[in-house]
């Protein structure tokens, strides 16, 4: 037959697909969440999430040791504090769970990278990542106070701070109150595009974090919007956000492309609990091969535009990487 085109000619044999590929990804660009809670000697597995626990201080150090030796380069710290108040005061309070985890772990851990979560769903009473006014939360009241937990934060040892709060103008507040004490080298990571979404799910229930009443519509963002994302994204670049997040992951791969495409700063991506609940669920269960989902969800997410992907399965995809499975 006369076909000189043929696609299938660069895909004979894996040294010619290797060469040909146009996604390559590196463990250095995994960042995996981790979540901390007080107490001594606790590693309580999250029923949701098999093999993610939350772990008291002293665990949690012996757990950053698995990450390092996974190959992993960054962590994303949660934490969850024993006491809860309506307006979140636990989540600045320099001895704060996050604030001590971070002081021991930069200490015993030097060279792992530490990039905090700043919000106040898992510190204020009600479960709403800000300050409420009647069923409302207050979005330029609340700017204070993440602002201030950024701040704490920052002089624990964070070497990154990554609002997830959603109010208008944080990016603005957190940068600003950074600079007045002499951070201005703390980059911002935004979680600028976060829906609202039922695969944080899991997530609540490991935080402790979900709303009391009501939801959280009034501030993450509708579904069903695409330009909305844009103007998102915008937005915290010109307010300062050195790179931006677009949350969950794989539901949303047109929106990471098309905000990876519009902005001049690098994007992130959370591959959130939900998602990781699924593919264990179908896993334990028979119906998928782990290993090999796990690797094609990722370079799915890389290959829509990501520089970083935040994900639950960051040790296993060092693993895969150097043992060339994906690359
Ligand atoms: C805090 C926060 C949430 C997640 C990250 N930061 C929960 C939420 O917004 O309800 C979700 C992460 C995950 O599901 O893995 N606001």
């Known amino acids: 037959m006369e076909l000189t085109k043929r696609p299938r000619r660069l895909r004979m044999n894996q040294t010619l697909r290797s060469m040909v590929r146009e996604t390559r990804i ?36 012996e757990a950053l040791q698995e990450v390092e030796d996974a190959g992993v380069r960054s962590i994303l710290l949660f934490g969850i504090p024993d006491t809860k108040d309506a307006c979140g005061s636990s989540a600045y309070d320099p001895n704060g769970i996050v604030q001590r985890a ?18 106040l769903c898992e510190y204020t009473s009600h479960g709403h990542c800000g300050i409420l006014h009647g069923q409302q939360v207050d979005n330029d009241e609340t700017l204070e106070v993440l602002a201030k937990t950024a701040l704490s934060h920052v002089e624990a040892g964070a070497d990154m701070v990554a609002p997830s709060d959603m109010m208008d103008g944080r990016v603005a507040a957190i940068r600003k109150m950074l600079d007045d004490h002499g951070h201005q080298d703390v980059p911002i990571m935004s979680y600028a595009v976060k829906y609202s979404s039922a695969f944080y799910g899991p997530f609540r ?3 402790g974090s979900a709303p009391s009443f009501g939801d959280r519509k009034s501030y993450q963002m509708d579904f069903h919007n695409r330009r909305e994302a844009l103007r998102e994204a915008a937005l915290d670049v010109e307010e300062g956000a ?17 905000v990876t495409d519009a ?4 994007t ?54 150097a043992e060339g499975r994906i690359g």
């Not at 050195?242 to 098309?258: A, F, H, N, S």
């Open 268 to 321: 992130a991506t959370y591959c959130v609990s939900g998602e990781y609940a699924m593919i264990k669920a179908a896993a334990a269960a028979g119906y998928v091969d782990e290993a090999a989902i796990v690797c094609e969800s990722a370079v799915a997410l890389f290959r829509a535009g990501a520089s970083i992907l935040i994900t639950y399965f960051a040790k296993e995809l060092a693993g895969y990487l």
């Open 205 to 207: 229930e490991a935080a």
């Open 242 to 258: 050195d790179i931006i997040m677009v949350k969950p992951g794989l539901p949303y791969l047109d929106i990471l492309r098309e």
């Open 102 to 119: 971070l002081r021991a772990a930069k200490e015993a851990h030097p060279n792992l990278y530490y990039i905090t979560d700043v919000c």
């Open 26 to 61: 590196s463990a250095d660009a995994l960042v995996y969440p981790m979540f901390v809670e007080e107490g001594s000697g606790k590693k309580e597995p999250i029923e949701a999430m098999p093999g993610q626990y939350r772990y008291s201080i002293d665990t949690f150090l």
């Open 263 to 266: 902005v001049d700063v690098p």
